[in-house]
Every structure is written in structure tokens, then in C-alpha cells.
């Protein structure tokens, strides 16, 4: 599937029979006239280049009333009558495309709709501008025959996660706003270019490594006219597009004119053959380079959190001898719904599991521990996050690198589990689960026994994904098959994936695959900039999907919306859930995600997620995945279990 290109009401113009126009050379006096006056003042230039040298995070400049106001109302005219928009998402951002970068291609015929657009492509790319940009932010010599230039709208909803800009010969990136000019851009609706500062670790053997900090320290709000621009630095330039945010109600969003952030994006790009300040091999060299400054040092040694499994005693009985006993019974009863603990349900779980390598179990936790897990949950979404202890031993600490992910997290307080009853007492109910439960061998049997696969070792994490904030984006695994478990603690609704609210009556619920269980819903793109209901997508599932060919290299994996549902490569996908339990056999180069959080969320997303390593077998059938499928434990002819003991400890009910 290749990347999405916008449609515009000249396509009917651009037939295989394209007389390819070339650009206008303008003169100084004709630029000069495409912006505002006295912008070109040696004193001006002068100003704009302290600035850019004295700026903070990765360097940038800002250049208010940029274009003549005349000429680009008569450019925001254009794209709104002539521009279709096509919506494109990916774990990383969310937003509208309008393609200008074909504008070379077009007929005569097409181009006479867009004579306002083509005189600033012309004054951007010309020389006098070029030596302008080039002069600020000292990239040396920019290229005025290779364009690339796009227009985007970010509408209620999108944004653009932590990125380096650093692809091929880009060497200047910009941004010019088109937003409404007679409804200013308010600082609280979002979509600010925001900026990161970088830290440089250096190892024992002198080695650096330079990463994105966690947290911006820049903030530029959108304005009409206003120009944006940094020079592509590899490891350096990192930044995002802050969401644009819903308003309160659609009579307001109205009022504001939507909200619509438009934008012409680009970049300039390393002079080519012909050009003054052209060096043969030099682009090459350039993306060489470029490559190598993500790629310097040890970038994962700096990811947090590290991984930390525990490996299983090998001298544990081998599977086809192991079965849960009294004592068992009576520790997972504390924690887990009875349903899940009778041999009928475990059977379907395993047979729904054997033919789909994965499936979700609704209702998991007890009725008794999850109200426990749920209180705890809200007392702790009223207090700011901003009062949570990071960092020390038992805490949340933050993920990062930001242009990789960003949550709260908590890892195990102990190497190996073995909590005492005095000592669980005292442990919130999040920490129990982390601690206490998932780690167990108790559950860890239970969970062979529902996959008949065999644990080695495993990992455990609580995340917490804050609205407006956190996300995890794509990553590939590499190794042998592995169970992957995640348990949805999210409390909140709204998520898409609640029946009317209703709360689980016991009559818990086995779902196979349950790709498209989140189904998004795509903005059709035609009549010009299609705006988001804010009741749209919200974002926060869980995505496993096929791997790519396509994956830039040194970059984040894209997911690649689909149209057509049937077409997209997702294999699963885990809305954010209340009590409901995903178990996946993942394979080597699937690729996994968390979508960002949008703020238009009722509340934070909430999990425990665990990796267990399993040995290998050479049991090769159910690799084909069938059709969902879901099955209603009411219809089974189970018989209800009760436990074995009446102990004042179990939790069941």
C-alpha cells in the first residue's frame, strides 16, 4: 500500500498527454513584491539572524506577516475551491493532505485556477528568498529547482507526534499558516509547532549518544501569516505538532471557524547538478551522513523502560502434566473471575486461542478486586499527574525517548516475586496486580494452560496514557513467538468499545481476532477540508499489524490506514477496555502501537501489559487466521464453579 495522494479538482486536467510547465524565474524586484515591505532591510535580516542563533531547543526563527496579505487571502482562496483534502493517519499523526508538490505537472489549463498559489511557490523557491533562509539559518546554498511543498489542515483531533524532519536532501524545513485571517488562531485550540531540546550521553568508552528530552520547551502558536523554519539537524531538529483541540460544543466550534489549521509545509533541499553550490556525490553524502547521526552511539541503551524479564525455574513440569490444585485455586480466586477458572471455559479459551493465535476475555478480574482497582483508579485521575512521584524505586517514571513514546509507567518493585500476606496489605491494587498476581507461577499456569504454551520468562509493566499526552509508537519485535498479554483498566467510556454502558452481569464473554473492533471512522476527503465530528476517534487502541517493506530506515514504523477495512494490514487491535484481558501469539516483525490519546478523551488510558517468552514447538497448524468469532459462556453448559474453600480470603463473588 503505498502513501495516500490527495485528489484535486484539476486531476480531470493533468491526462497522460502533461505539457510540463516550468517555473517563473522572478526577478529581486517581483519577490520583493510577493512579501511584506522592508522584509529584505539588511537590518531586518540582521535581526531575524541574532535571532536564530541566540534561539533555544533546536534552532528556528519566526517571521510574522511574511507574504504580501493580498496575494496569500487571494492562496487560501484558491486551495479552498480548488484543493480536495484526503485524510491520512499513522501511529504518528493524524491530519489532512492537500499535494502541491506535483504543480510542475500540470497543464496550462489547470494551472490558470491557481495563478495566486504558483506566484508564492515561485517567490518562496526564488533566489532572493532562498539566499534569505540560507543567510538565517546558515545551511549554505539551497536548491530553487527542487521544490517540495504541501499544503495540510489539521482539524479538531490531529496532530503530528515527536519527529527530525531528517529524510534525504532536506536541509530547511518551513511552515506557512494559512489560518482563517479574520478569526485569529487562539493559543488553548492547540496545533502549536512545539520543540524539543536533546541531551548527550556519553558511555565509559566515550561513545555519544544524542536524544530528544521528554518534554518540550518551545512552544510557537499558529498565526496567519506567520512563517515557521529550522535547518534539518540529524539528532537535533526534533519537534511535534501539539493537537488541535476540540471545542466545547459544535455551536462554538462554528463560531471559531472550525478550528482549521492550515498550513503550506516544506522544505529546502541541497542544490542539484546545475545549480550554484552543487556537489557531485553531495546529496548522497548528505543522506549518508544523516543516517548515520540517528544511528550514532547506542540510542536504545537510553530507552526507558529497559526490559527486565525474569526467567521461570526450568524445573517446573512439563506441560502436558500441569494443572492448577486447591491451593492454586484459592490464590487466583482472589484476583479472578471464577467463569475463567472452570475447566469448560478454559477449554473454549484454549480452542479460541489454538485457531486465532489470540483472544480477549471480558469480565477477568473478580467483581470484588476490580471494584478495588477501579476506585484507586479514579481517586488517582483527580489528582495532576504533575504530583506523581517519578523516578524513585515502586513509582510511575516517565517513557521516552519522546519520537519513540511517552506514558507513565511502573515496573515490578522486586527482581522476583514473593510478596508476603502482611506486605500485600499494603500495596494499592495496580501494584498487587503488578506484583503480586500477574507474576505469579499461579497465573502463569493458568495461562498455559489456557495457550498450551509453555512460559521460560516474562515481563511485566503498568502504563498509564495521559489524554492529550502519551502514546507508544510502532515497534518491531525480533525473536521467537512470544505470548503478549494486556490488561485494559480504563474506567472511562467513550472509547468505542462499550455495549450502552452496561456493566458485565457475569456472563462473561470469549472474543476471537478482533481486528476492527475500533473501526475509525475516515473523513471522505471530497468538497474541500472534511471537519472531524468531535465525537470521532479518540484514539488509545492497541494495534498489532503486519510488518512493512516500506519502513523508513532509523525511523518509527507507519501504520498505513485503509479505506477499505478488508485492504489494511492490522491484525488486532485492543480498544481501551474496563477489565478485559488480551492474550496475542506474537510473531518475529509484527509491529505494535499505542495511538496517541486525544485530550477529547473522558480520561487517561490505563493497562498492565506483560511479555512471556514460550518455547518453541513444531506445532504449525492454526497459522491461517479465521474470521472473528465470539462466544457467550451463557450458551455453554458449564457448570458454575464455587471454589474449593469458603476461606474469608477469597475474593469471589
Not at 46 to 61: D, L, R, W
Not at 191 to 219: C, H, I, M, Q, W
Request: aromatic residues 8%; glycine residues 8%.
Amino acid at each position: 500500500m503505498g502513501k495516500r495522494k490527495a485528489e484535486t479538482h484539476l486531476n480531470d486536467c493533468n491526462g497522460r498527454g502533461n505539457l510540463k510547465r516550468a517555473k517563473t524565474a522572478l526577478s529581486d524586484e517581483e519577490t520583493q513584491e510577493c512579501f511584506r515591505r522592508g522584509l529584505f532591510d539588511p537590518k531586518v535580516l540582521k535581526e531575524y539572524t541574532t535571532s536564530y542563533v541566540g534561539s533555544e531547543s533546536c534552532k528556528h526563527s519566526v517571521i510574522h506577516a511574511l507574504v504580501n496579505d493580498t496575494l496569500l487571502r487571494s492562496v487560501r482562496e484558491e486551495i479552498n475551491e480548488n484543493v480536495h483534502f484526503s485524510p491520512r493517519e499513522t501511529d504518528m499523526c493524524k491530519y489532512q493532505s492537500g499535494d502541491l508538490a506535483n504543480l510542475d505537472g500540470l497543464e496550462d489549463a489547470a494551472l490558470e485556477k491557481l495563478p495566486s498559489l504558483l506566484k508564492l511557490r515561485d517567490a518562496l523557491y526564488s533566489e532572493s528568498f532562498r539566499q534569505y533562509v540560507a543567510t538565517v539559518t546558515g545551511s549554505g546554498d539551497l536548491s530553487g529547482r527542487k521544490t517540495d511543498m504541501a499544503i495540510n489542515a489539521y482539524t479538531p483531533g490531529c496532530h503530528f507526534l515527536c519527529h527530525g524532519d531528517v529524510i534525504g536532501s532536506r536541509k530547511v524545513s518551513y511552515i506557512l499558516y494559512l489560518t482563517d485571517p479574520d478569526i485569529p488562531w487562539k493559543e488553548e485550540w492547540g496545533g502549536a509547532l512545539r520543540l524539543y531540546p536533546t541531551r548527550t550521553y556519553e558511555d565509559d568508552n566515550g561513545e555519544k549518544t544524542v536524544t530528544p528530552s521528554p518534554d518540550f520547551t518551545k512552544v510557537i502558536p499558529p498565526a496567519w501569516n506567520q512563517l515557521s523554519f529550522f535547518a534539518v539537524q540529524p539528532g537535533e531538529s526534533f519537534h511535534d505538532v501539539e493537537e488541535v483541540y476540540c471545542a466545547r460544543t459544535k455551536e462554538q466550534l462554528q463560531k471559531e471557524g472550525g478550528r482549521i489549521r492550515m498550513a503550506i509545509i516544506g522544505w529546502y533541499h541541497i542544490p542539484q547538478i546545475g545549480e550554484p553550490g552543487y556537489m557531485k556525490g553531495a546529496e548522497e553524502k548528505w543522506g549518508h551522513n544523516s543516517s548515520l547521526m540517528q544511528l550514532q552511539g547506542n540510542p536504545d541503551k537510553y530507552d526507558f523502560p529497559q526490559q527486565q524479564p525474569i526467567t521461570v525455574d526450568a524445573k517446573s513440569k512439563p506441560l502436558e502434566e500441569k494443572e492448577l490444585e486447591e491451593t492454586d485455586f484459592d490464590f487466583l480466586l482472589k484476583y479472578m473471575a471464577p467463569t475463567y477458572l472452570t475447566p469448560d471455559t478454559l477449554e473454549q479459551v484454549s480452542e479460541s486461542f489454538l485457531k486465532l493465535s489470540s483472544v480477549t476475555l471480558d469480565g477477568l478480574l473478580s467483581a470484588k478486586f476490580a471494584e478495588r482497582v477501579k476506585n484507586y483508579i479514579q481517586s488517582q485521575e483527580v489528582s495532576p499527574t504533575s504530583a506523581i512521584a517519578t523516578g524513585s524505586k515502586g513509582s510511575w517514571s516517565i517513557a521516552k525517548p519522546p519520537h519513540k513514546q511517552r506514558f507513565l509507567y511502573q515496573q515490578p518493585a522486586s527482581a522476583a516475586p514473593g510478596n508476603t500476606k502482611e506486605s500485600i496489605t499494603h500495596l494499592d491494587p495496580i501494584t498487587e496486580l503488578l506484583d503480586v498476581f500477574l507474576p505469579s507461577r499461579q497465573f502463569r499456569q493458568w495461562l498455559e494452560i489456557a495457550t498450551e504454551c509453555e512460559v521460560e520468562n516474562f515481563d511485566i509493566l503498568a502504563r498509564r496514557f495521559r489524554r492529550g499526552q502519551d502514546y507508544a509508537l510502532a515497534t518491531s519485535y525480533e525473536g521467537k513467538p512470544r505470548l503478549e498479554i494486556s490488561l485494559g483498566l480504563t474506567p472511562t467510556p467513550g472509547w468505542g468499545d462499550e455495549e450502552e454502558d452496561v456493566e458485565p452481569t457475569g456472563e462473561e464473554v470469549i472474543k476471537g481476532n478482533n481486528k476492527g473492533a475500533n473501526d475509525r471512522k475516515k473523513v471522505n476527503g471530497k468538497g474541500g477540508i472534511g471537519v472531524r465530528p468531535e465525537e470521532d476517534d479518540i484514539g488509545g487502541h492497541e494495534v498489532y499489524m503486519a510488518g512493512d517493506d516500506d519502513v523508513a530506515i532509523g525511523g518509527a514504523a507507519v501504520y498505513k490506514a485503509s479505506p477499505d477495512a478488508d485492504d489494511d494490514n492490522v491484525l488486532f487491535t485492543m480498544p481501551p477496555s474496563w477489565n478485559k484481558m488480551s492474550i496475542v501469539l506474537r510473531d518475529s516483525g509484527v509491529l505494535k502501537f499505542v495511538k496517541y490519546v486525544s485530550k477529547n478523551a473522558k480520561g487517561d488510558r490505563w493497562d498492565i501489559s506483560g511479555s512471556f517468552g514460550v518455547k518453541e514447538t513444531d506445532d504449525n497448524e492454526g497459522e491461517e487466521q479465521e474470521e472473528s468469532q465470539e462466544i457467550s459462556l451463557e450458551d455453554s453448559e458449564e457448570e458454575v464453579f464455587n471454589g474449593f474453600l469458603s476461606s474469608e480470603d477469597s475474593d469471589s463473588d
